[in-house]
């Protein structure tokens, strides 16, 4: 991999920057989460910007590009911890892009695109969370699928008007199905994950028509969904990436300025030591996500790299947070304190990618499969 980017790539790097930047201010978050969790302007803006489009093809006003770009961008975002569902929205996207047909693509796309239709993702199940093994049962019925099931903590789904649902016909094949949130015989129940964005835990009991199901109609979605899965891992490192540097910068500020002793806290070896170790920890989970993005986007098969990706996005992305915390001593325990905001959003994806013990046995096992 040639790991410098583009011209295109930083330009639109920067423009995400300028954009979170300018309008996802700390005391921004604050009021938004005090409303209702979702920054519609900062969405509306990401939609002007051509952002919210970033992975539809052009045909459909999007920009037509990749898995890296996503993640330059949601680098960005998390950087900034602001409150929009770009990252399930654009993954069920590039989902539509790949696998659905031209007719479903054409009617939603170009309001994805715009910003005028919001959509996410169903991945996670009740129990043993297994992407591969759906918790939700699909029986085929006339005119369509009958889903009949939960789906825990899918994000922004109260405001989604679409959720991309993974389920499992009793013989084991796989059905990407993509439901209308208005539909009947689906309910959703608004929950706030810890890291303070809003989710919502569905159940199913509906029929979606055979013109929503994106894939596995007549066939089994299981390579479908190992691809939405694995660029949904990769979105939620990319997040992660972002979520570590803003709490390097809080805390290397914090570090210069605070004085103890007549000295500054930088001053301090114990202190300068671990300060450098998340900064160095934050690089390999920069190098890490942006390989297994590439490998994605070039078609590779990306199985290790992700599970390298998300084993430094788990390990790596928590010691970074909570060094964060630590190094601001006292401060860092308020919980109106910036950088525990970071702190939740870390812990938070840490939780939704899985134990890093995990990531390690399955990486072993892929090694010695070889």
Not at 224 to 234: G, P, Q
């Given at each position: 991999m040639n790991f410098d980017l583009t011209d295109e790539q930083n330009v639109l790097a920067d423009l995400a920057q300028q954009i979170f930047e300018g309008l996802s201010t700390i005391e921004r978050i604050v009021d938004v989460q005090a409303s209702d969790g979702f920054d519609r302007q900062l969405w509306n803006e990401l939609a002007k910007a051509g952002l919210l489009g970033l992975c539809v093809p052009e045909e459909y006003g999007g920009l037509g590009m990749n898995a890296v770009e996503l993640s330059l961008v949601l680098e960005k975002q998390g950087k900034t911890i602001a409150q929009v569902p770009l990252w399930a929205s654009s993954v069920a996207a590039m989902t539509l892009a790949e696998y659905a047909d031209t007719t479903l693509q054409s009617l939603l796309l170009p309001n994805v695109s715009d910003g005028t239709t919001i959509l996410s993702v169903a991945i996670a199940?009740?129990?043993?969370?297994?992407?591969?093994?759906?918790?939700?049962?699909?029986?085929?019925?006339?005119?369509?699928?009958?889903?009949?099931?939960?789906?825990?903590?899918?994000?922004?789904?109260?405001?989604?008007?679409?959720?991309?649902?993974?389920a499992k016909r009793a013989d084991g094949s796989i059905v990407l199905a993509l439901v209308d949130t208005d539909a009947r015989g689906v309910t959703l129940n608004a929950v706030s994950g810890s890291d303070l964005q809003p989710q919502a835990n569905m159940d199913f009991d509906v029929v979606v028509p055979t013109s929503h199901i994106v894939i596995g109609a007549t066939s089994d979605g299981r390579d479908?969904?190992?691809?939405?899965?694995?660029?949904?891992?990769?979105a939620l490192c990319a997040i992660q990436l972002g979520v570590a540097q803003g709490s390097i910068a809080l805390t290397a500020e914090h570090v210069r300025t605070r004085h103890q002793f007549g000295k500054p806290l930088s001053a301090q070896q114990a202190v300068a030591v671990r300060a450098a170790d998340a900064y160095i920890t934050t690089e390999a989970m920069r190098v890490t996500t942006l390989n297994a993005a590439w490998r994605l986007a070039e078609g590779f098969d990306a199985r290790q790299d992700v599970l390298v990706a998300m084993y430094w996005a788990t390990e790596g992305g928590h010691s970074v947070v909570l060094a964060g915390q630590h190094l601001h001593g006292g401060i860092g325990a308020d919980i109106s304190y910036p950088v525990h905001r970071f702190f939740l959003w870390g812990i938070q994806i840490s939780t939704q990618l899985g134990g890093a013990s995990q990531h390690l046995a399955r990486l072993g096992k892929l090694i010695a499969a070889r």
């Open positions: 199940n009740i129990g043993a969370n297994d992407a591969m093994n759906p918790s939700v049962v699909a029986t085929d019925t006339d005119g369509g699928v009958r889903l009949v099931g939960s789906k825990p903590a899918v994000a922004y789904a109260q405001y989604a008007h679409f959720v991309l649902v993974s479908a969904l190992r691809w939405m899965h694995e660029r949904a891992l990769v």
